[in-house]
């Protein structure tokens, strides 16, 4: 259930919270699931804080891992397949997709959840939410079309339709929110321009985003804005996770819903907690899937460790700029670590229609090269002098003809790995 009251109390009270949650989701899952029984054994119920950090923690590998020693489901299922309502699965962006089951129960706390996420950015029931995704087996945004219907928004779905089509059922219907990933927002722009649809003029008043880091990067945010004339916010959620960070009006990166999840930033390397103000990667607990939890679990995202003190008045943890990169996007360049994130929030601010990243090697370094849609070599050049001088790395830049780099509805692939 939505509780708008737990986002400004105490943080004690919230951990006193998320504790005794923990512990009612232990005491449904261990005797049931399979996965985690053969992971933590039987600890003595009810843990404590201490007890809790001491478990070990979850991670994507050992997951697709129970999935191939399982099919199809794996043994993190805690009920039997007829339980389960809902499938979907991971985008398979990093690799083999990951199939994930919900019960109906789970499904109207992950619909739950993204009430948090719509009230922050001022989303009502007044609103006409259009979904730009495919509606297929990646969760993608299914979570937030059943959050609309939650709140009693009407929604628009933009599956099975192409760009343009989109955009025309968009502007027909005088939608007021468009939610899809970053990158499928700015390419719909690129396409009301070459079609002369003005996107700027419409209804469309909140723009939500999420699958890849961006919306919380003031040039990218920025270039959103301008293109659709309206206030974007950024998202954070995963398919085995749920749907766990949202801007406040302030967008200055993303609260955790910590009355929905436990949530550590940690040293990928010790397991040690970072201290405020230090990077390193998140590990989350869910507690309101039993049917498909997931416990200490290691997601990959850097995030840097924020206040319980924004001043939009939530006391729920703060993560400044958002989701910054994946542990396993890290490039070293000559010394210096780079994220592909850095780069991009630096090309949104240069006259570009897009751009990738090409890494490639040179005897035993990395290097990268940025490629971008210019017609313009003046442009990449001044590019490659910016890059040098706030990453403190020099990047080679290159201008390539104005639409031969791939477009993506969803998660975009910029990252060329050509080692």
Request: glycine share 8%.
């Amino acid at each position: 259930m939505h509780r708008p009251d737990l986002e400004t109390v105490a943080p004690d009270v919230i951990r006193d919270r998320q504790l005794a949650r923990l512990n009612e989701l232990l005491a449904a899952v261990l005797p049931r699931n399979a996965f985690y029984a053969r992971k933590f054994g039987a600890p003595a119920l009810p843990l404590s804080w201490e007890a809790f950090r001491a478990l070990p923690f979850t991670t994507k590998a050992e997951l697709v891992a129970d999935q191939e020693a399982w099919p199809p489901f794996g043994a993190i299922a805690t009920y039997p397949p007829e339980c389960y309502v809902g499938y979907h699965q991971t985008s398979g962006t990093t690799g083999r997709p990951l199939v994930v089951l919900d019960t109906a129960e789970n499904w109207d706390w992950w619909a739950e959840c993204w009430q948090y996420v719509y009230a922050a950015a001022g989303v009502t029931a007044r609103d006409r939410i259009f979904f730009a995704f495919s509606f297929g087996p990646f969760i993608g945004f299914w979570s937030a079309h059943a959050g609309a219907r939650r709140i009693g928004a009407m929604v628009i779905p933009g599956g099975g339709l192409d760009s343009k089509a989109r955009l025309e059922l968009l502007l027909r219907m005088q939608a007021s929110v468009l939610v899809c990933t970053l990158t499928y927002a700015l390419r719909l722009a690129e396409v009301a321009r070459e079609e002369g649809l003005s996107i700027r003029d419409s209804a469309v008043r909140v723009t939500i985003h999420a699958g890849e880091p961006g919306a919380s990067i003031p040039p990218v945010r920025a270039r959103i804005e301008e293109a659709w004339g309206a206030r974007a916010f950024d998202h954070a959620g995963g398919t085995e996770i749920g749907a766990y960070g949202f801007a406040c009006e302030l967008r200055d990166g993303l609260h955790v819903n910590e009355a929905e999840f436990i949530a550590a930033v940690l040293d990928p390397a010790t397991g040690e907690p970072c201290a405020e103000g230090s990077a390193g990667e998140l590990v989350i607990t869910n507690l309101g899937r039993a049917g498909w939890p997931v416990i200490r679990y290691r997601t990959g995202d850097v995030v840097t460790v924020g206040t319980r003190r924004c001043t939009c008045g939530r006391t729920f943890l703060t993560l400044p700029g958002g989701i910054a990169g994946r542990t396993d996007d890290l490039i070293i360049l000559r010394g210096v670590n780079v994220y592909p994130s850095a780069v991009e929030a630096i090309v949104r601010t240069f006259p570009v229609e897009e751009f990738r990243l090409v890494r490639t090697r040179s005897g035993a370094l990395d290097e990268l090269t940025v490629e971008v849609e210019t017609a313009s070599e003046a442009i990449a050049a001044e590019l490659a002098r910016v890059l040098r001088e706030r990453l403190a790395v020099r990047i080679p830049t290159r201008a390539v003809p104005v639409g031969s780099l791939p477009r993506w509805e969803l998660k975009a692939r910029r990252l060329v790995d050509a080692r």
